[in-house]
């Protein structure tokens, strides 16, 4: 039986991600190119929880069948006092690339002392009918490295070494990395939901 | 094995609810009266989502090695916008009851023709070591009755008349209640990913 899910991004690396770690339990795993009427919603919450259901109920409003997972994640550098956090996305202003975002990140860091310690964190919502169902959280603990390793992952991934590893999420293999990330967490959790229903 | 369980709340009768609901699941179902320490946080957030995540941490970080379930529910009103919303324990003011809540309630909706449409909606928080976990939600439909029924449950629940009965929460068995209302479903979503979890 076909079990389509929508998963509300126009990141393909997310979309990458998710199909790589849930492509078991779904047949089909589309994004919201699949949804090309959707007008993408302000993401002006005060959580990565807050955002994260945001964005699952625009593409739930507008896809009242599907089911719906929705992911808000980001960086929380200690030094920083926690930024970029929600806004890691758009760290380096409105035209941000992940090129410009990791440059920032390496400029405000400058001159700080390792270890640089930080974290990444996901939360996954799910929606269907409009409503959110569930929301599945994920935190991987690590430090931000002084250079860019590695042409894996995404985002950050180059400069962020998760505890117990030498290397950067760029670096790791996708399967090592989705076992132990934020996302990769949180959807385990997901995972787990899903399984345990009758 | 024992899996003592601690709700966040010092309600009696939202304890009572979810040993009804979890009590195969978890030996030991306790609630805040055994964190006497626990300062009650302020729930100040936007949402369900947020006040029941708020409650949660609090209860987490003063007690990380145990399960935290928080709740946050309240009843949205057409006819109102939404009101008494988040603020559903607190309608009638900083010393409000169960009672002055109904009797504002009732007035607040006098001359409104029925049906008075409405829901009672549920967020459940599960955190440990001062992180969430998941949470989930459950809602019902339902309509606000012209004056209460029933001595049962607690809250408005002898005003509100779920789709598809003539009774109020009030007048229904605890049993039937349960299974499909507001708490009831977002309890069923948590026992998935419990029953689903490794």
């Known amino acids: 039986m076909a079990r389509p899910l929508i998963v509300a991004t126009h ?21 919201l190119t699949s949804i090309p009427d959707l007008v993408p919603p302000e993401e002006d919450g005060d959580s990565f929880a807050a955002n994260s259901a945001i964005k699952a109920l625009a593409a739930s409003r507008e896809r009242p069948d599907a089911l719906i997972l929705a992911d808000d ?5 200690d030094a920083l ?11 380096s202003g409105e035209d941000a690339t992940d090129a410009s975002n990791r440059e920032k990140l390496i400029a405000d860091l400058d001159g700080i ?12 919502t799910v ?56 996302r990769g967490r949180a959807l385990e959790q997901f995972r787990e939901w899903w399984n345990g229903r009758p």
Chains 1, 2 share one sequence.
Do not use: W
Not at 73 to 77: F, K
């Open 127 to 182: 929606a269907r009918g409009g409503e959110v169902l569930a929301s599945f959280h994920g935190i991987v603990e690590g430090q931000i490295a002084l250079e860019m390793t590695g042409e894996g992952g995404f985002g950050y991934d180059p400069l962020f070494i998760p505890d117990g590893f030498e290397s950067s999420f760029g670096q790791l293999s996708e399967e090592v990395k989705n076992s132990m990330s934020h």
């Open 11 to 31: 990141n393909a690396h997310k979309t990458g991600e998710m199909r790589a770690i849930l492509g078991d339990l779904f047949e089909e795993i589309e994004d």
């Open 81 to 91: 006092h926690g930024a970029p956090g929600i806004y890691s996305s758009r760290f």
């Open 73 to 77: 994640s980001g960086l929380e550098v």
């Open 113 to 124: 002392d390792e270890p640089r310690t930080a974290r990444f964190r996901c939360v996954i």
